[in-house]
């Protein structure tokens, strides 16, 4: 915090009034269900972004990422999307004066320890960061999941990625020692305690997407056409019995496969968590990464590694991909007395299973994206 005060001090000549806190997140089970109205549990990890910031009298704001010497800087006004990273703040920025909220320029240094391109959701994090600033710096109220939905319309509006609402909502919303579980169809969360005796191992592959827009979105897609052709509102609302009846192509039935079963793992996965049931737990992520390997075809080469790796390692209850695929993270249950261990050991039989270096990260479950005082 200290350094990221001194730096703003170097680029503004001038100390911040505030600073935010806001995790990345990684999600334990619930994967592509988010915008089919149906059940994650994520939870905010103890990598985050930092940002310090000062209101400013004009109608801008200024962003500097890092030891970047370069600032973003957005014009309040301006109607016209920006190129780079910093469509992200102007997105949140453009739908804060779309809906009639009080928008002030600022100043802001900003820090992540997040990995970029991770399935972490960095961009979330990013996103609600800002939208903490804005209210900050106009001394607005903050509602977290007003503000989450806020920043999920940015996303899909103005960067034009179709995402779902977890990310936004759990990197908002997070609860410290706590996995949340989130109704996607009325935002509704509950906590489910994380206790002593397991660890959350996040394992990064050392490979990155994009968020490959247009597979993410084909996903979507699809995902939607399969439930009209169910008859029901979204995925949320169908069963194997409608889609084993139904005529819908192969493609779509695949997806929606996935979709339905997902949804039973993400609810029994609450209550094999609740009752320490960690072997049934781990055994609902093993399927999961199965299922979106095999029907929603999210996995690619260095994931399914990563998965193979972990499960061969004692103590780990089970392990799957997290993120909305392709690349990036995957994340294993593990018994605490095991989990340095094993984190030395997946990191070592990965790197001999796979031309990439991997970053092997425990965290325990994070506070939402919130005010730090004083700074």
Known sequence: MAQLQELFVQ???NAPVGSVISPGRVNLIGEHTDY???FVSPMGIERHIEMAFRPREDRRAVLYTGADPNPFVIDIDS???VHGWGIYPQGVIRHFAQD???VRGFDAVFSSTIPSGSGLSSSAALELAVARTLTAVTEG???ATDMALRCVRAENEWVGVACGVMDQLICATAVERAVSRIDCADYSTYPVELPGGVVVL????????GLVDSEYNERRSTCERASVELGVKSLR???MDMLDASGVDDLARRRARHVISENDRVLAWGRAAASGDWSEAGRLMVASHESLRDDFEVSGP???VMVDVALDVEGVHGARLTGAGFAGACVALVAEEHADKAAATIDAAYRQRYDAVPQIIPSRPAKGTHLVDPI
């Open 11 to 13: 680029r503004f000549d």
């Open 79 to 81: 109607v016209d999307p």
């Open 141 to 143: 109220e903050w509602d």
């Open 237 to 239: 609302y169908a069963t």
């Open 100 to 102: 009639g909220l009080e």
């Open 302 to 304: 260095a994931l399914d």
């Open 202 to 209: 996040i394992l990064h592959s050392g490979t990155k997407r």
């Open 36 to 38: 089919n109205d149906g």
